[in-house]
């Protein structure tokens, strides 16, 4: 793995090129060698005059040692382990030798030649081998906001057989004129960033490690949320942290960033994560405006290649949005970018809530009640919607309504959107006067964490006595479960599931439910659906006889 730093003066500039090496603090007439737990750094300097310097840094990476101490039972195919790109692909194994190597650089420090840690210098830095899978496009998004011009080429499979099209690697190339430290920082960032994952655990110092190498500059990045959630392994609390702690370095507020309060302390297991379904180019696509930010949502039945597990925290069992996905997979490197359509790809829990407010905006709803509304997800986006003009969040735990308030910032409400929202403790299996005479009630990922026997009491607080003109009702589609890599037949999805249906039984549930209360029902798949196995999430939309949509 080979990283190149190359610094030619300008004219008049009154410094040599070898200068650099004050900077690195690496002397360019040595060759010196820095073991790692992984395998050997070496920094030598392949050209070393007054107009041009070069400084390499060259990484041997020994697999055993990379694979050394790995749980017995990690879910790696064996050989994989050992042949693969990690000796040679630039990722967090080289972001880590950065850190180690360069790491008074990196920090702007150089007490021999301080006027230049302030200089901008004329840099060029070469990359052999990065992997990318949303190619170069995704290179130059990271790398261009930063004042870098990128070179990206793909690298081909196998340069004998062109047929066989391009790897996911490229060649990259930056060129800019950047102080040192910055280039350094802007790398050991990026570059796991890019890889889409790390070698080793994400725990809560990766936080600061984040913020003291990006503080001076992420906050500004116009992909700021989409690099933390990458650089955090998609650990929901510690990007929540981080992107808050970012601005508060840029002085800007957090809902700018995209952060919120994160009050719930669970820490997720390390081999937890959600699954994120890729889009494919003969989906049906629809781009909908939610929480402020852009999503991409495919639904429909066209087949996908299968789940790509992403590491992802997997948040305490609530009935909500926080539903984990699970599989019990080591991390994939997959990209959050479809590379042939450059479209970005959405999880299942952003596909669910998109669904749901599609049906709700159908059903023409302006008073919605979200039945087990947990820690706030679908009631965040409901309250950006100034369609639904008042909008109950019930949930029986008052812990999860408490992080709801915190995480929707109702204090901070204006008053006008503050009015529109209620938050209630309530049991979905006891009738409540109050929640009668709605226009329409959600329960998202709800019902399969209610007992089979009081599913009937939850039937009659729901359909029966609050009676609300439209229900919509989303469940895991079980069939879907033996495409999860590691998830042993007959396990459910998240261990406070106390039932999980196939396509047939959730019908045969919404159409006994419709007919003894007065409703028809439709289905709506979620997410990209297996020709043979259906959709992951299934979807009942339920409508009230005599209404416009309910005949």
């Not at 042949?83 to 040679?88: A, G, K, L, S």
Request: glycine content about 8%.
């Amino acid at each position: 793995m080979l990283l190149t730093i190359t610094c030619r003066p300008p004219d008049g500039a009154g410094w040599p090129a070898t200068d650099l090496g004050f900077l690195l603090h690496k002397n360019p007439g040595r060759v010196q060698a820095f073991e790692q737990s992984y395998g050997t750094a070496h920094v030598v300097y392949p050209e070393a005059t007054d107009a041009k310097c070069t400084a390499a840094l060259l990484l041997e990476v020994d697999p055993i040692r990379l694979v050394r101490g790995r749980a017995r039972s990690t879910p790696d195919f064996s050989l994989g382990q050992y042949v693969n790109d990690r000796p040679y692909a630039a990722s967090s194994l080289l972001s880590v030798a950065i850190g180690a190597v360069f790491r008074t650089a990196l920090h702007g420090r150089c007490d021999l030649r301080p006027e230049l840690v302030r200089t901008t210098l004329p840099l060029r830095i070469a990359l052999p081998s990065v992997p990318c899978r949303g190619g170069a496009a995704v290179a130059e998004r990271l790398f261009e906001p930063l004042g870098w011009t990128v070179t990206a080429t793909p690298l081909p499979l196998d340069p004998a057989f062109p047929d066989w099209g391009d790897s996911h690697l490229l060649r990259v190339e930056l060129d800019g004129t950047v102080r040192l430290s910055d280039a350094l920082s802007h790398l050991y960032v990026l570059l796991p960033v890019l890889d889409g994952a790390k070698h080793y655990w994400v725990a809560g110092a990766e936080v600061d490690k984040l913020i003291r190498a990006g503080g001076g500059w992420l906050g500004a990045h116009p992909e700021r949320g989409w690099i933390t959630r990458r650089y955090l392994a998609r650990r929901q609390s510690l990007v929540r942290t981080a992107l808050a702690r970012l601005a508060e370095v840029d002085d800007v507020e957090p809902e700018q960033l995209d952060a919120v309060d994160e009050t719930d302390d669970a820490v997720p297991s390390p081999d937890s994560a959600d699954a994120v379904w890729p889009h494919n180019a003969g989906d049906t696509v629809t781009s909908t405006a939610v929480g402020g930010a852009l999503d991409t949502v495919g639904t429909a039945a066209t087949a996908g290649p299968g789940l790509v597990p992403e590491r992802e925290s997997s948040q305490a069992a609530r009935a909500s949005d926080s539903e984990a996905e699970r599989t019990a997979g080591a991390a994939s490197s997959s990209d959050s970018y479809d590379s042939e359509t450059d479209v970005r790809i959405p999880t299942l829990a952003v596909a669910r809530r998109a669904a749901v407010l599609v049906a709700l905006h159908e059903a023409g709803a302006r008073r919605v009640l979200d039945l087990g509304c947990g820690e706030g997800a679908l009631l965040r986006e409901l309250l950006a919607d100034t369609r639904f003009s008042e909008i109950v969040g019930v949930d029986v735990s008052m812990r999860a309504l408490r992080i709801a308030e915190g995480r929707l910032r109702v204090d901070r409400l204006p008053e006008q959107v503050s009015r529109r929202l209620t938050l209630r403790q309530g049991a979905l299996t006891y009738t409540d006067a109050r929640l009668r005479g709605y226009d329409a009630a959600v329960l998202m990922e709800v019902i399969e964490h209610v007992d089979p026997p009081r599913l009937g009491a939850l039937e009659h607080a729901v359909f029966a006595d609050a009676a609300p003109t439209t229900v919509v009702v989303t469940t895991p589609n079980a069939e879907i479960n033996e495409r999860f890599e590691g998830l042993a037949a007959g396990q459910f999805r998240h261990a406070d599931h106390r039932f999980e249906w196939n396509r047939v039984e959730f019908a045969e549930w919404g159409g006994g439910v419709a007919a003894r209360h007065g409703y028809t029902v439709w289905y709506v798949p979620i997410g990209v659906a297996d020709p043979e196995l259906g959709p992951p999430t299934q979807m009942a939309v339920f409508t009230k006889r005599g209404t416009r949509d309910g005949s």
